[in-house]
Each structure stands twice: as structure tokens, then as C-alpha cells.
């Protein structure tokens, strides 16, 4: 039975689970390489969801669907809030149309429609088992896998690892079931431990601090991961990242 979860973010619509856990797997050993822990392949299990927001050939979402989900997921007033009403414009240009469209689509989507929310939900609380021992969640999977955690206090996690997480962006925070209220989060009572990393100029994550939200059990850490700051291969084989996931394990990082 796998010990490690791991919980993907969003663009990954276009893989499975079997193409993630090699991208990942190896990543996830050079961190723990830092402090001479070694793992199986079966040590490891996707919380796979990508395909969900895979659309049929037919059903490919247009502008106007597209902004009405940013509307009603409150992305768009994420956006505005943060740099004034012609963002999304901006935004566009600066990474690309394609892309913006798809991080709307997939993260806008959970949000915004419940039935998404509950498919994306349930295959990450499928993968986790009695043997589990640590969660490691990248991007959106780190919102997934907080809602899905919270949701079972009878669980007993000893790591949960965020790495890259937008959890520190109080203004969207209101949507994350528990809430965030009046600044204070919830912190879910089937976890031990909470380590976050964030990157240097890993946008998503603002600031990088989630102790002031969530409490001061959360360890925040800060790397640098270069130009690929918000990708999760860096983070995974950081030493800060195998450190967590090594102390999740029960072995004492060097």
C-alpha cells in the first residue's frame, strides 16, 4: 500500500495517472536522496483528476463561457482586486491566451460547479488509505487536498506538504470549504504536520506563508526553484520538500 500521495494541480488534462507518477516519482526520491531515504515505485500513489477537465471534441468551452465560470468562481474578482478591471487583458498577454483560458477552465470550473468539485474531490479521497502517511499537494491539488482532508478527521496523516500552493490568497479564500473567516483558517484535524514551500517568485502562491491563515503548526519554507518557479518537479526534489516527506515517513532528515 502506497505511504505517499501525491496531488497534481491543473494542465495536466492531457496525461494519466501512470505518465504523473513517472514525472513525479523521481522527483519525489531526489528530495528524499538529500537525507539518505530511499523508496519503492508502490511507495507512491497519484491522487489523479486531470481527465475530468479533458472536454470532448464538441464541447470545448468559448470566451463568453469561459468568463462567465471566472465570474461566478469569483476568479475574475480575484483578478480585478488585485490589479484593476482590465486584467484579464493584461494577464493574457503576459501568459499567453491558451493558457489563461485553461487555467480558468480548470480551476474556475472547480469552484464553480459542484458536481466538478465533487468528481475532483473524490478521486483524491479515493487514493488515500489507512496506509498513508503523507500527502504532498502541488497547486489547485493542494486546495483539493485540504478539502478532502478536512472533510476526515478520522484519518491519521502525518505529513501534509503543500508546495506551490495558492492557499495564502485570502481574497479567493472564501470559496475553500471550511471557509476562511475573518482571516483565520481551519486547520484539519486528521494531520499531524504541515509544511509549505513556496518558491521565489512563484506567483500563485503571494506571499508563501500559510502560518498566519492557518496557525503557527504550519512550517512555511521558502526555495528557489530558477525560471521554473511554479513547477513541481523543483519543488518535489528540493531538500526542504524531502525533509517533510521524510519526517512524514518516520525517518529523521540529515
Excluded at 32 to 45: E, F
Aim: aromatic share 6%.
Amino acid at each position: 500500500m502506497s505511504r505517499i500521495v501525491v496531488v497534481h494541480g491543473v494542465f495536466n488534462e492531457l496525461w494519466g495517472p501512470h505518465e504523473v507518477h513517472q514525472r513525479w516519482l523521481p522527483a519525489v526520491r531526489d528530495g528524499l536522496w538529500h537525507h539518505g531515504v530511499t523508496i519503492d515505485d508502490a511507495d507512491v500513489r497519484v491522487g489523479f483528476y486531470g481527465d475530468i477537465f479533458r472536454h470532448a471534441a464538441d464541447q470545448r468551452p468559448d470566451d463568453k463561457e469561459l468568463r462567465r465560470v471566472a465570474d461566478e468562481s469569483g476568479l475574475l474578482d480575484v483578478v480585478q482586486q488585485a490589479a484593476g478591471r482590465d486584467t484579464l487583458e493584461s494577464l493574457a498577454k503576459l501568459i499567453g491566451l491558451a493558457t489563461l483560458r485553461r487555467v480558468v477552465d480548470q480551476a474556475g470550473r472547480y469552484f464553480a460547479q459542484p458536481e466538478v468539485r465533487g468528481a475532483v474531490r473524490a478521486r483524491v479521497e479515493r487514493a488515500i488509505t489507512p496506509a498513508t502517511r503523507v500527502v504532498v499537494a502541488h497547486s489547485l491539488g493542494s486546495i483539493v487536498a485540504y478539502e478532502v482532508l478536512a472533510m476526515h478527521p478520522e484519518w491519521s496523516i502525518a505529513a501534509f506538504v503543500t508546495i506551490g500552493s495558492p492557499l495564502s490568497n485570502i481574497r479567493f479564500m472564501h470559496r475553500i470549504e471550511p471557509a476562511i473567516v475573518e482571516g483565520r483558517g481551519v486547520w484539519p484535524a486528521c494531520v499531524q504536520s504541515w509544511t509549505n514551500v513556496a518558491a521565489v517568485d512563484d506567483a500563485p502562491c503571494g506571499e508563501g506563508r500559510l502560518a498566519p491563515i492557518f496557525g503557527d503548526r504550519v512550517q512555511d519554507i521558502r526555495v528557489d526553484n530558477g525560471h521554473r518557479a511554479h513547477d513541481p518537479e523543483p519543488y518535489l526534489n528540493a531538500a526542504a520538500t524531502g525533509a517533510a516527506i521524510a519526517a512524514g515517513l518516520g525517518k529523521r532528515p540529515s
